[in-house]
């Protein structure tokens, strides 16, 4: 459970969570589960931007270096590597970088699938 100095933060966290619910789609209710806020949301979709720019200029990019710079983001989840892959999966399945997720993740054995559905 989050701990809140000031009035004003912990509102706005409970809004930006009301707003995750109403949304109610598979990545507003992962955000939910996991208690991201809204400044680390904006952060996460800064992740996901700067990695389709890496792709988009053929930089390499892995999976480890991706769940390092998402727990700078969310330090509290440092031990659930699987939330990087549920967000990122996520944001694929909203058609919101989707290219990201099958880059970093597709090469695992349980998503070989996406190797042929994209070509």
Not at 9 to 18: N, P, S
Request: with cysteine.
């Amino acid at each position: 459970m989050r701990h809140f100095d000031e009035l004003d933060k912990r509102l706005d966290y409970i809004e930006f969570r009301q707003e995750l619910l109403f949304e109610n789609t598979d990545l507003t209710r992962l955000l939910f589960e996991y208690e991201i806020d809204r400044k680390q949301y904006k952060k996460i979709m800064d992740l996901m931007e700067a990695y389709r720019k890496k792709l988009d200029n053929k930089e390499s990019v892995n999976h480890g270096t991706f769940e390092t710079e998402m727990f700078r983001i969310v330090p509290e989840c440092h031990e659930d590597y699987h939330m990087c892959e549920y967000i990122a999966r996520a944001f694929m399945d909203e058609h919101r970088w989707e290219e990201v997720f099958p880059a970093l993740y597709g090469d695992m054995p349980k998503y070989k699938f996406l190797k042929s559905e994209n070509g």
